[in-house]
């Protein structure tokens, strides 16, 4: 398959047509109109520093459905202990910037540039960029972030500095998104860590049909740090 070169105009070409690789279209932009339209449609940015923006629809596709989270036996006492403290957006920005200096094995940088962190934080503004806080005596010591599409919520990345306290803030916003009747957590792709939560693969096309059920719900946007709902996450 061709991969398209996007321009100034709001388009996407249908997800199916991406090379073998998983990549489907160059260039566009980052606007909060753009990367919505993008993950609406079962796509998302993924690129290194210095490269065009690249955007991703990978087949299979790494999917959590709620209901089949798995909390090993040994985070369990975590929880009986309330180890970590938990927040939602509180530190939006920390926590994208400490994400984009985790070190991975593997990568020898970051694709979470200065460009991209202005955009998801201009996300988070407008109320669908969403971040967890752990933290242990006072300390960020991990987190993750994502958007939050109806009944759906779209993973981006997490990092952590303590054993465990990423796995933590995960399993607690997982939890609460299952009460809250949202039905898919999308991880774009496999990861050891994620599989063992229950996070599992799924067909591109199987994952595009869920995503046309799910995320037209109505939007959870603001900021759920400041939500009744969110308030005990744990």
């Known amino acids: 398959m061709p991969v398209f070169w996007l321009d100034e105009n709001l388009f996407f070409p249908p997800p199916e047509h991406t090379d073998r690789s998983g ?7 980052l606007s909060p109109d753009r990367l919505l339209l993008a993950y609406r449609q079962g796509i998302f940015p993924w690129f290194n520093p210095d490269d065009p923006i690249l955007w991703w629809s990978p087949d299979p596709r790494f999917v959590l459905f709620p209901e089949e989270l798995k909390i090993a036996r040994s985070m369990r006492s975590y929880f009986n202990n309330a180890r970590f403290g938990i927040s939602l957006d509180t530190g939006f920005e920390a926590v994208i910037r400490a994400c984009s200096e985790q070190y991975r094995p593997g990568q020898g ?16 503004r407008m109320g669908y960029a969403h971040s967890v806080e752990v933290w242990q005596a006072g300390q960020l010591v991990a987190g993750l972030y994502g958007i939050a599409l109806g009944r759906v919520f779209f993973g981006e990345s997490m990092f952590s500095t303590v054993n465990n306290a990423s796995k933590y803030g995960f399993i607690a916003l ?7 009747g949202f039905r898919l957590i999308d991880c774009q792709q496999e990861t050891p860590h994620l599989a063992s939560l229950g996070a599992r693969a799924i067909s591109r096309a199987q994952f595009m049909e869920l995503l046309g059920e799910y ?9 759920w740090g400041e ?7 744990i």
């Not at 990549?23 to 932009?29: E, K, N, P, S």
């Not at 940088?109 to 988070?124: P, R, V």
């Open 174 to 180: 997982v939890k609460r998104l299952h009460q809250l």
């Open 109 to 124: 940088g970051t694709w979470i540039t200065e460009d991209m962190i202005q955009a998801y934080c201009e996300l988070h």
């Open 227 to 233: 939500m009744a709902a969110f308030r005990e996450i």
């Open 23 to 29: 990549i489907l279209a160059v260039g566009g932009d």
């Open 215 to 223: 995320a037209p719900a109505p939007d959870l946007t603001g900021n």
